[in-house]
């Protein structure tokens, strides 16, 4: 079966700190996408950043980027110069099944930003 | 351009009734996935629709069937409603027959079975 593992069920860093999540996965497919997903108390899962697995290039995206290495199957997210609203649950996922099977989650890390 | 929407935001059924959860996709997009994210956990895919036909199904029983619409709009049905099928239920669109590219989230239905 393909998973996802994110190893960190809660993190708490201070506003403005940098902080990591880390996110492995296995999967026997050569191209896919790997991304983060936000979900904020309010619920609503919000796009954080993708990454295209035949890209060497890490993706990035204003203060979010990744850490890309797929010889590991290691896709960790940073998060730079953290702001109050970065508080959520951080979820890793990617389509299984050549995208057949929906996007595979793992369990999710509740990342909490303290003033 | 009008993000993903569903309906109703809460619901509360008892054990074994039948429900149905309703969702708009993103103008554009003609796939439509359903997922269940129990309390504490990542969403669980539960099937796929790609112009009105099923094309991918998660491992969930038959009492969880769904539709997709010409407009691609869809539903999702459950039937014999389960004390355990208390949980956040969230569609998904995107663009594509195997939703490889990104799938953007409504902002789900809680259904509580009593």
């Known amino acids: 079966a393909q998973t996802v593992t994110q190893s960190q069920p809660e993190m708490s860093v201070q506003e403005a700190e940098t902080v990591t999540l880390s996110c492995t996965y296995d999967?026997?497919?050569?191209?896919?996408?790997l991304f983060w997903y936000k979900q904020p108390p309010s619920r609503q899962m919000i796009l954080v950043i993708r990454?295209?697995?035949?890209?060497?290039q890490n993706a990035t995206e204003n203060r979010f980027s990744v850490n890309f290495q797929k010889a590991a199957k290691s896709f960790s997210l940073k998060i730079s110069d953290s702001q109050l609203g970065d508080t959520a649950m951080y979820f890793c996922a990617y389509p299984s099944g050549g995208g057949a099977d929906g996007l595979t989650f793992g369990k999710g890390t509740h990342l909490i930003i303290q003033p | 351009e009008t993000g993903v929407t569903q309906s109703p935001t809460h619901l509360i059924k008892t054990r074994g009734q039948q429900v149905t959860l309703r969702c708009s996709s993103q103008s554009g997009h003609n796939t439509v996935s359903w997922y269940q994210q129990a309390l504490g956990q990542g969403p669980q895919f539960i099937f796929q629709?790609?112009?009105?036909?099923?094309?991918g199904r998660g491992n969930f029983p038959p009492r969880f069937s769904g539709l997709q619409f010409p407009n691609y709009s869809s539903e999702l049905n459950v039937n014999a409603l389960e004390l355990d099928d208390s949980a956040l239920y969230l569609c998904a669109s995107s663009l594509g027959e195997r939703a490889l590219e990104t799938q953007y989230f409504g902002p789900g239905t809680r259904l509580l079975v009593l």
């Open positions: 629709y790609y112009r009105e036909e099923e094309n």
């Open positions: 990454q295209e697995a035949y890209k060497q």
């Open positions: 999967t026997s497919e050569n191209n896919y996408y």
